[in-house]
């Protein structure tokens, strides 16, 4: 006897979706294209407007188009971060369940160092020039710990936009966000919190060196022990095992 699982009845708003996802997606529905009018396709696929707006609205998470009000949806590309952006609730989540911090940060190492590598074999004058820059400005926060967090996010984002792809720069910006605790409290405190952005600056002053040296091992080196360190100094202060 073959045993089934019982068959989700789908909803009307799926299947419409779906519809015109494949209209999108075989090239009948082209990008900046208007879509038929919510009466229209009403009468199109023979649902009510409830069913409509639902299709809408998913396909409008999904990337694929652009609803405003009084106006009809416009068939638009998916681009990284809307991807990603779609990932931050499932990352949240994940964040808060057991090892979650510990998951991410590794998830971060294995993304940055690939990109300090990269960087060290691949990486333009202009580059270098824009990686010295941002390492200027993050040596001249310390002290100020607001300023600090964002020359320090802007030194890494440096290194993702060096890939020239939009999606490792997306990956770069959730990283950073869904990490922004840990950060915060790696480089704060009364007491310590000047050493600290010190340390990290002189991490980031590593990288930056053995990228311009042209050395890949030493750039994916550097960025392995300031993780590292990160993750250590996290865990020293949250009692969050490393």
Do not use: C
């Not at 299709?55 to 416009?74: D, F, I, P, Q």
């Not at 971060?81 to 998951?103: K, N």
């Amino acid at each position: 006897m073959i045993r089934g699982k019982p068959v989700r009845p789908r909803r009307l708003s799926e299947d419409v979706a779906e519809q015109l996802e494949h209209m999108i997606r075989d090239g009948d529905l082209a990008e900046t294209d208007r879509l038929p009018s919510e009466r229209e396709l009403m009468r199109q696929f023979g649902v009510g407007r409830p069913s409509v707006r639902e299709a809408l609205l998913h396909l409008s998470k999904m990337g694929l188009v652009e609803v405003r009000s009084g106006e009809r949806a416009r068939v638009t590309r998916p681009t990284p971060q809307v991807v990603i952006e779609a990932l931050a609730g499932p990352a949240r989540h994940m964040l808060a369940a057991p090892g979650g911090v510990r998951d991410l940060q590794d998830a971060r190492a294995f993304f940055e160092t690939g990109l300090a590598r990269r960087a060290a074999i691949s990486a333009t004058d202009d580059d270098l020039a824009a990686l010295a820059r941002a390492l200027d400005a993050n040596r001249q926060a310390i002290g100020d710990l607001r300023r600090f967090e964002r020359t320090d996010v802007g030194f890494h984002y440096v290194l993702a936009l060096m890939a020239r792809n939009p999606i490792f720069t997306a990956i770069h910006a959730a990283l950073a966000e869904w990490l922004l605790e840990q950060r915060h409290t790696t480089l704060a405190g009364a007491a310590d919190g000047v050493a600290t952005q010190t340390r990290a600056w002189e991490a980031h002053r590593d990288i930056h060196d053995a990228i311009a040296a042209r050395d890949p091992d030493r750039a994916e080196s550097a960025m392995r022990d300031h993780l590292a360190f990160v993750a250590q100094r996290y865990a020293e202060r949250t009692g969050v095992p490393a």
